[in-house]
């Protein structure tokens, strides 16, 4: 399977632009520098490529503030926070494919060449090299296959980096912070294979753009010098989860991410334990000291009470250490003390020869809980196996657990035995799939379907590693190389046990379930657990599935959906600043949106379907005359081109008892800074993006009168001009729109048979009370609170005899993309009328661009002469 790429997602767009635009005024020919690497004593120097900037920061930073403003950055920059610039984007939104593509736009707009990727573990170092083999063919077709070539460090082949510094093509370089946060790392010390230069003196030399990912995992004053030892023209920091914002440029937080559809619905399936306090029940929660001379140990158990038996916290130490008397004399707490408390292991020994370490349990049906999660996980991803594989999407399901013993074990010969879980899975399935309901929807056996992707050690067996050791390297390949496999729906792989420290860095689209099978309790975030499965899915194609009655994520939880909930939202709270109230759903509420059985037969439905039901094709016509005057104009009005500047400031050291401070001498900014300027062919440039001759080009610079500003700044003149001509463009596009039939093309009446999909009520789902009238059975999953009230009233309305929600695929073509109307009507009355209606707020005021998509919509309803096409805000506005 090849996986595919939409190059027009308009939020990873904005998100590239952020960045590009911090360099506007930059000239594209200003972009590297030639530069020469030599050490003190030396005879031979080496020569290589860099980045140069050629702009002031005082200019930067006025480009940082019109971006903030844009974009709507709340806290916004009230001085340049040095050359670090942060985007916040929400795990499953296509972070990494933004800041790669960022990479070809920089190299495009302004030529630079050098970049260096900071990653802060192995995980996340393998999925950065995936994404970049797997978008290189979808971005060579985007930058006309611009050069490039992409390596990860090595420290036995520093030689390398001679060639990352002397190409004169785009080089990225992806870096393990672990690899040079230290002056013992072999990129530090001097090399006799590189003529004794330090192998970083290479990267230094070319004032590389580097990009962190996930930086909040180096916020140490130790990570923090190593990456500005690295001499970067600028840092870009990406991440979800930030501890700094140095200059925010762009925000995609969790609650915006959620409301765009850009991520999966998280539901949480709760499978807790209720009144199971017939044993004895012992949770380590804490060990900790008190005092000088003193260790306490905090226990949860079940205590008696006056209001009686409630599982509370008590604090045991060496003078209180009996659990019947801290239980409240309850009997199955008899003879059960606590032995020893041991702060070094945090380790809580019992008189009954248990040791439980800190989040570990006894007791409390633990086992049969971890069991009935299993069952629950198996049963949930059925359902969605037997939903989904018609429309070609495979479902993965990954099971977090703590200790791989209980997944994979081995007898004192080495022979590997199958753990609990491993077992309890088997079951469980194999009783399911037996199911009349399921027969040949898996054709694959048990022991195919299940798998564990776990460290080795060098005798080949599995084992529990924290994911940073080199055990865990080729781990990390192989579930990063089984991407695209394991989306294949031939590939048997579908329940994929994994060790919790695999949570970061490693994602699949088409992960539905998450279910955490944890003995301890688990110190990972919440957002960290469900992360791995927020992506939109894939379809067998690679493409990309939007519908978000299919983009579900169950989480199996060993808790309240409440306090799932509770601790989610004050995680992101916490981490962005936001809300994010009533945004994740109990699966419980989950309701299913049933078509009334028969509507298609239905001659109330079939006398509309069958009037607007046929596809239609457009052309567009316009003056080309109108063009030249209209684009001229704009380009006249268009903002001013600025010239680069570039910036000179003296300061004297002062060295005093306080420390080394600077004494401002001199600033003094120099526009014209005798640089020569290379005009690129700017009609050539003009008509890859319009589409226009160069003639029509010629004659709307022309007729502007701006046409001489080119020599200020090429590239800023040529994208102003660009955006210019395209906005009126796209006017007289529309203005000129027609549409016509395509033959016998129309929307397939089988459409509809993604039929009972599942949606969450709320204010806005409209509960059907007469089916007769509508296409519905019992709900209507609307948008807005304008389309529940039309719905309402469509139903009570004695002037209405037939309505329906047009559904996502009802789609017509036009030039700024397709646009879905919203219902489509049958008025009663001696003649029929049949509408096509818009709904919006009354005196809404709308994008120019929805706007040009209703004129698109009116023109297409045109070519149905018994269709009234009409934009309103209520049902009375249908016949007024």
Same mark, same amino acid.
């Given at each position: 399977?090849?996986?595919?790429?939409?190059?027009?997602? @308009?939020?990873?767009?904005?998100?590239?632009?952020?960045?590009?635009?911090?360099? *506007?005024?930059?000239?594209l020919?200003?972009?590297?520098?030639?530069?020469?690497?030599?050490?003190?004593?030396?005879?031979?120097?080496?020569?290589?490529?860099?980045?140069?900037?050629?702009?002031?920061?005082?200019?930067i930073?006025?480009?940082?503030?019109?971006?903030?403003?844009?974009?709507e950055?709340?806290?916004?920059?009230?001085?340049?926070?040095?050359?670090?610039?942060?985007?916040?984007?929400?795990?499953g939104?296509?972070?990494?494919?933004?800041?790669?593509?960022?990479?070809?736009?920089?190299?495009?707009l302004?030529?630079?060449?050098?970049?260096?990727?900071?990653?802060?573990?192995?995980?996340?170092?393998?999925?950065? !090299?995936?994404?970049?083999?797997?978008?290189?063919?979808?971005?060579?077709?985007?930058?006309?296959?611009?050069?490039?070539?992409?390596?990860?460090?090595?420290?036995?082949? &520093?030689?390398?980096?001679?060639?990352?510094?002397?190409?004169?093509?785009?080089?990225?370089?992806?870096?393990?912070?672990?690899?040079?946060?230290?002056?013992?790392?072999?990129?530090?010390?001097?090399?006799?294979?590189?003529?004794?230069?330090?192998?970083?003196?290479?990267?230094?030399?070319?004032?590389?753009?580097?990009?962190?990912?996930?930086? #909040?995992?180096?916020?140490?004053?130790?990570?923090?010098?190593?990456?500005?030892?690295?001499?970067?023209?600028? +840092?870009?920091?990406?991440?979800?989860?930030?501890?700094?914002l140095?200059?925010?440029?762009?925000?995609?937080?969790?609650?915006k991410?959620?409301?765009?559809?850009?991520?999966?619905?998280?539901e949480?399936?709760?499978?807790?334990?209720?009144?199971?306090?017939?044993?004895?029940?012992?949770?380590?929660?804490?060990?900790?000291?008190?005092?000088?001379?003193?260790?306490?140990?905090?226990?949860?158990?079940?205590?008696?009470?006056?209001?009686? &038996?409630?599982?509370?916290s008590?604090?045991?130490?060496?003078?209180? =250490?009996?659990?019947?008397?801290?239980?409240?004399?309850?009997?199955?707490?008899?003879?059960? /003390?606590? +032995?020893?408390?041991?702060?070094?292991?945090?380790?809580?020994?019992?008189?009954?020869?248990?040791?439980?370490?800190? %989040?570990? +349990?006894?007791?409390?049906?633990?086992?049969?809980?971890?069991?009935?999660?299993? #069952?629950?996980?198996?049963?949930?991803?059925?359902?969605?196996?037997?939903?989904?594989?018609?429309?070609?999407?495979?479902?993965?399901?990954?099971?977090?657990?703590?200790?791989?013993?209980?997944?994979?074990?081995?007898?004192?010969?080495?022979?590997?035995?199958?753990?609990?879980?491993?077992?309890?899975?088997?079951?469980?399935?194999?009783?399911?799939?037996?199911?009349?309901?399921?027969?040949?929807?898996?054709?694959?056996?048990?022991d195919?379907?299940?798998?564990?992707?776990?460290?080795?050690?060098?005798?080949?067996?599995?084992?529990?590693t924290?994911?940073?050791?080199?055990?865990?390297?080729?781990?990390?390949?192989?579930?990063?190389?089984?991407?695209?496999?394991?989306?294949?729906?031939?590939?048997?792989?579908?329940?994929?046990?994994?060790?919790?420290?695999?949570?970061?860095?490693?994602?699949?689209?088409?992960?539905?379930?998450?279910?955490?099978?944890?003995?301890?309790?688990?110190?990972?975030?919440?957002?960290? *657990?469900?992360?791995?499965?927020?992506?939109?899915?894939?379809?067998?194609?690679?493409?990309?599935?939007?519908?978000?009655?299919?983009?579900?994520?169950?989480?199996?939880?060993? @808790?309240?959906? @409440?306090?799932?909930?509770?601790?989610?939202?004050?995680?992101?709270?916490?981490?962005? %600043?936001?809300?994010?109230?009533?945004?994740?759903?109990?699966?419980?509420?989950?309701?299913?949106?049933?078509?009334?059985?028969?509507?298609?037969?239905?001659?109330?439905?079939?006398?509309?379907?069958?009037?607007?039901?046929?596809?239609?094709?457009?052309?567009?016509?316009?003056?080309?005359?109108?063009?030249?005057?209209?684009?001229?104009k704009a380009?006249?009005?268009?903002?001013?081109?600025?010239?680069?500047?570039?910036?000179?400031?003296?300061?004297?050291v002062?060295?005093?008892?306080?420390?080394?401070?600077?004494?401002?001498?001199?600033?003094?900014?120099l526009?014209?800074?005798?640089?020569?300027?290379?005009?690129?062919?700017?009609?050539?440039?003009?008509?890859?993006k319009?589409?226009?001759?160069?003639?029509?080009?010629?004659?709307?610079?022309? /007729?502007?009168?701006?046409?001489?500003?080119?020599?200020?700044?090429?590239?800023?003149?040529?994208?102003?001009? +660009?955006?210019?001509?395209?906005?009126?463009?796209?006017?007289?596009?529309?203005d000129?729109?027609?549409?016509?039939?395509?033959?016998?093309?129309?929307?397939?009446?089988?459409?509809?048979?993604?039929?009972?999909?599942?949606?969450?009520?709320?204010?806005?789902?409209?509960?059907?009370?007469?089916?007769?009238?509508?296409? =519905?059975?019992?709900?209507?999953?609307?948008?807005?609170?304008?389309?529940?009230?039309?719905?309402?009233?469509?139903e009570?309305?004695?002037?209405?005899?037939?309505?329906?929600?047009?559904?996502?695929?009802?789609?017509?073509?036009?030039?700024?993309?397709? =646009?879905?109307?919203?219902?489509?009507?049958?008025? /009663?009355?001696?003649?029929?009328?049949?509408?096509?209606? @818009?709904?919006?707020?009354?005196? #809404?005021?709308? !994008?120019?661009?929805?706007?040009?998509?209703?004129?698109?919509?009116?023109?297409?309803?045109?070519?149905?002469?018994?269709?009234?096409?009409?934009?309103?805000?209520?049902?009375?506005?249908?016949?007024?």
């Amino acid at each position: 399977m090849k996986l595919h790429f939409d190059s027009k997602q @308009e939020y990873q767009l904005d998100a590239i632009k952020a960045i590009t635009d911090i360099f *506007e005024g930059q000239p594209l020919s200003g972009g590297d520098f030639e530069f020469s690497v030599s050490s003190a004593g030396a005879l031979l120097s080496e020569n290589g490529l860099g980045n140069r900037l050629t702009l002031s920061e005082e200019q930067i930073f006025e480009n940082v503030k019109s971006i903030q403003q844009r974009n709507e950055i709340k806290d916004k920059a009230s001085e340049l926070q040095g050359m670090n610039f942060s985007v916040e984007m929400e795990t499953g939104t296509g972070k990494t494919y933004v800041y790669l593509r960022t990479i070809y736009e920089l190299n495009k707009l302004y030529g630079f060449k050098k970049f260096v990727i900071v990653v802060p573990s192995i995980a996340i170092r393998e999925g950065v !090299l995936k994404n970049l083999q797997i978008t290189n063919e979808h971005f060579q077709s985007l930058y006309d296959k611009a050069a490039i070539n992409f390596d990860i460090y090595d420290s036995k082949k &520093v030689s390398h980096l001679r060639g990352f510094a002397s190409a004169n093509t785009i080089q990225i370089l992806i870096l393990n912070i672990d690899a040079f946060a230290k002056d013992e790392n072999i990129i530090n010390k001097p090399n006799d294979k590189l003529t004794g230069k330090k192998p970083i003196e290479f990267i230094q030399s070319t004032r590389p753009i580097v990009i962190v990912d996930e930086p #909040q995992n180096m916020e140490t004053e130790i990570r923090k010098k190593a990456i500005e030892n690295l001499n970067p023209l600028c +840092t870009l920091r990406y991440s979800a989860t930030h501890t700094n914002l140095y200059n925010l440029m762009y925000s995609l937080n969790p609650v915006k991410a959620y409301d765009l559809g850009l991520v999966k619905q998280i539901e949480v399936d709760s499978v807790v334990i209720e009144n199971a306090m017939n044993d004895a029940f012992v949770q380590v929660e804490k060990i900790q000291p008190s005092g000088k001379n003193k260790i306490i140990a905090k226990l949860k158990i079940d205590v008696n009470t006056a209001k009686g &038996v409630v599982r509370k916290s008590v604090t045991v130490d060496r003078d209180k =250490y009996d659990l019947y008397k801290l239980s409240g004399e309850r009997d199955i707490y008899q003879d059960l /003390k606590v +032995t020893e408390i041991d702060l070094s292991n945090q380790v809580v020994s019992l008189s009954n020869g248990q040791m439980l370490t800190v %989040g570990e +349990t006894q007791g409390g049906l633990n086992d049969e809980v971890l069991r009935y999660m299993v #069952q629950r996980t198996v049963e949930e991803h059925l359902k969605k196996e037997k939903f989904y594989k018609p429309k070609g999407v495979k479902v993965l399901t990954l099971f977090f657990i703590d200790k791989v013993k209980n997944y994979r074990d081995y007898d004192s010969s080495g022979n590997p035995l199958k753990g609990k879980f491993a077992q309890w899975f088997e079951e469980i399935y194999q009783n399911e799939i037996r199911k009349p309901a399921y027969a040949g929807l898996i054709p694959y056996s048990v022991d195919e379907i299940h798998n564990g992707y776990f460290s080795q050690d060098n005798k080949g067996r599995i084992k529990d590693t924290g994911g940073e050791t080199q055990a865990d390297d080729d781990t990390y390949k192989l579930i990063m190389q089984d991407k695209e496999k394991l989306l294949d729906i031939n590939t048997p792989l579908r329940f994929i046990f994994s060790h919790s420290a695999l949570r970061e860095g490693w994602d699949n689209p088409n992960v539905f379930q998450i279910c955490t099978l944890n003995e301890t309790k688990s110190e990972i975030k919440k957002r960290q *657990e469900i992360g791995r499965g927020l992506r939109l899915c894939v379809n067998q194609e690679g493409q990309r599935i939007h519908d978000r009655n299919t983009n579900k994520l169950t989480v199996i939880a060993n @808790e309240k959906y @409440e306090d799932f909930a509770k601790a989610l939202q004050k995680e992101i709270e916490d981490d962005c %600043g936001v809300k994010f109230e009533n945004r994740i759903k109990n699966k419980a509420e989950r309701k299913k949106v049933n078509y009334r059985k028969g509507f298609e037969a239905d001659p109330k439905f079939l006398q509309i379907w069958e009037k607007i039901k046929h596809k239609t094709k457009y052309s567009v016509s316009y003056q080309t005359p109108d063009l030249i005057a209209l684009a001229g104009k704009a380009v006249k009005e268009m903002p001013e081109t600025i010239k680069p500047t570039v910036r000179s400031t003296k300061q004297k050291v002062l060295i005093t008892d306080e420390g080394v401070s600077g004494q401002l001498l001199s600033d003094s900014a120099l526009n014209d800074y005798g640089s020569r300027i290379e005009i690129p062919d700017l009609l050539a440039y003009i008509q890859s993006k319009t589409e226009l001759t160069r003639d029509t080009i010629l004659q709307i610079l022309k /007729k502007s009168g701006r046409i001489s500003e080119v020599l200020i700044n090429p590239q800023m003149f040529m994208d102003n001009t +660009t955006n210019a001509i395209k906005s009126v463009l796209y006017e007289l596009m529309i203005d000129g729109i027609k549409y016509e039939r395509i033959g016998s093309k129309m929307y397939e009446m089988t459409l509809f048979d993604d039929a009972d999909f599942e949606i969450y009520l709320d204010n806005f789902t409209h509960s059907v009370t007469n089916p007769n009238k509508t296409i =519905y059975e019992n709900y209507i999953p609307l948008d807005s609170g304008v389309e529940n009230q039309f719905a309402k009233d469509c139903e009570t309305s004695e002037n209405i005899e037939f309505y329906f929600k047009l559904p996502n695929w009802f789609k017509i073509p036009t030039p700024i993309g397709n =646009y879905n109307p919203d219902w489509a009507v049958v008025f /009663k009355g001696e003649k029929k009328i049949y509408f096509v209606a @818009e709904t919006k707020s009354e005196g #809404q005021e709308l !994008l120019k661009s929805e706007k040009q998509k209703i004129k698109c919509g009116k023109e297409h309803f045109k070519e149905f002469t018994e269709v009234v096409y009409k934009q309103v805000s209520s049902v009375k506005d249908l016949t007024t």
